[in-house]
């Protein structure tokens, strides 16, 4: 079982960064795949960045490419998300997800995720 709670949105003009920061608690996230994903209202949940189980590599959105940086602390047991040049169609609900199950590829489904955060609010006004 793992505890996830995302921080770090806001309202940021658009040209501007984030940082969102993912808390996890119980067992360690080295044991699990672990993701962002975003969801505005009336789309579905899709998948912005992530570390496949192990750590080894990462995975982002074709959207986000370039802007968008995944790290890992894990003295701290926390994800980062860095977001640079944001964009009005970055504005979402953000989320902190993890996959327990061992992939040799990051799944970029989100029914593939066991653990959700609560999620962080993102707007970007342009």
């Known amino acids: 079982q793992v505890q996830l709670v995302e921080s770090g949105g806001g309202l940021v003009q658009a040209g501007g960064s984030l940082r969102l920061s993912c808390a996890a608690s119980?067992?360690?996230?080295?044991?699990?795949?672990m993701a962002w994903f975003r969801q505005v209202p009336g789309k579905e949940r899709e998948f912005v960045a992530g570390f496949n189980w192990g750590g080894g590599s990462t995975v982002y959105a074709d959207s986000v490419k370039g802007r968008f940086t995944i790290s890992r602390d894990n003295a701290k047991n926390t994800v980062y998300l860095q977001m640079n040049s944001l964009k009005p169609e970055d504005t979402a609900v953000y989320y902190c997800?993890?996959?327990?199950?061992?992939?040799?590829?990051?799944?970029?489904?989100?029914?593939?995720?066991?653990?959700w955060g609560q999620g962080t609010q993102v707007t970007v006004s342009s």
């Open positions: 997800a993890a996959d327990r199950t061992p992939r040799a590829l990051i799944s970029r489904r989100s029914l593939s995720y066991d653990y």
């Open positions: 119980g067992r360690t996230f080295s044991s699990y795949a």
